[in-house]
């Protein structure tokens, strides 16, 4: 029997959270949002050194959990 390649897929956990747009308005602060966009890219820089492409970048799937911590979904 043929065996069929191996389709390798991630699991990702369930994240509360509110949307990056949303949480931004809640600071006041301009270094405050210069700190989540930092986050953000930071971010960005660590899945793209292990090779991976988020192809869905949007207000939607980045979340700000309860710790503040900016938290890439879907």
Known sequence: AKR????????LEYVEG???T??????????DRI???QDVLELLDS????GYLH????EENLLV???GRI????
């Open 47 to 50: 899945i793209h050194e292990f």
């Open 55 to 58: 192809r869905n970048l949007s």
């Open 18 to 20: 509110e949307k990056i």
């Open 22 to 31: 949303k949480h931004s308005k809640s600071l006041f602060r301009v270094s």
């Open 4 to 11: 069929r390649p191996i389709q390798p897929f991630h699991v």
């Open 35 to 37: 700190r989540l966009f």
């Open 65 to 67: 959990d309860r710790h």
């Open 71 to 74: 938290r890439l979904i879907d």
